[in-house]
C-alpha cells in the first residue's frame, strides 16, 4: 500500500490531482474503480506486485465497503497523505473555528458570519463579488464531480492533508494556515 502511496504521490500536489488519477484509473468513467481497471493501474506503475492475489489483497485494503468496487472516497482516503496528530489538532481547529453554526460543514454563510468585518471593511466589493469570492474559496475544498458548496470535515482534512505534504515544519504548516485563513491558533 505504501509504495502504491508513494508512487501517485510523487507527480501530485493537492486533491485533485489525486481525483484525476482516480479518473484516468476509472477507465469506463462509472465513478467506480473495478478490480480489472486497479490490476491494470497496479500494472501500469510497476510496483512489482507479480500476482493476483497480492493485487486482490492491495484492493481490499481500498475497498472499504466491500462492494467490489473502489469509489473516490474510497480512493481518497487510502492514498492521501497522513497528517501527524499535531496537524489535524490544528486542522480541526480551524475547521471549528470557520464552522460558525456549528453544524459540522462550512457554508457560504459560515464564512460570511465569520468574515463579517473584513467583507464590510472592503466597500468596494458588491455583494455579488463577495459571493463568488467566497464560492470560489469553498470549491477549492468541494471534491470534484460532488460539488455542492458544502464542505465537510473529511473535504477540509482532505484539502489540509494534501496541503501537508508540501509542508516537512509543523510550526511552518500552522502559519500557512494562519495567512490562509487569518486564523489565530
Known amino acids: 500500500m505504501e509504495l502504491f502511496r508513494q508512487r501517485l504521490l510523487q507527480s501530485t500536489t ?31 506503475l510497476q510496483l512489482g506486485i507479480k500476482n493476483d492475489q497480492e493485487i486482490k489483497n492491495l484492493f481490499r485494503q481500498f475497498d472499504t465497503t466491500n462492494n467490489g468496487q473502489i469509489d473516490l ?17 490544528t486542522v480541526l481547529n480551524l475547521f471549528n473555528s470557520l ?14 458570519t465569520k468574515y463579517a468585518a473584513q467583507i464590510k471593511a472592503n466597500k468596494k466589493k458588491t455583494d455579488q463579488a463577495v459571493n ?6 469553498l470549491n477549492k475544498f468541494d471534491t470534484r464531480g460532488q460539488e455542492d458548496g458544502i464542505i465537510d470535515k473529511e473535504e477540509f482534512l482532505g484539502f489540509c492533508s494534501m496541503l501537508s505534504a508540501t509542508v516537512k515544519d509543523d510550526v511552518y ?8 485563513f487569518d486564523f489565530r491558533l
Open 99 to 112: 464552522d460558525v453554526d456549528n453544524d459540522g460543514t462550512l457554508t457560504m454563510l459560515d464564512l460570511k
Open 73 to 89: 472516497n474510497e480512493f481518497l482516503q487510502q492514498v492521501r497523505p497522513a497528517m501527524n496528530e499535531r496537524r489535524q489538532k
Open 173 to 180: 504548516f500552522e502559519y500557512v494556515l494562519r495567512t490562509l
Open 132 to 137: 463568488q469570492a467566497l464560492q470560489n474559496f
Open 14 to 44: 493537492k486533491q485533485s490531482d489525486l481525483i484525476d488519477i482516480f479518473s484516468v484509473i476509472d477507465r469506463d468513467h462509472s465513478g467506480r474503480i473495478t478490480f480489472e481497471e486497479f490490476r491494470a493501474a497496479i500494472k501500469s
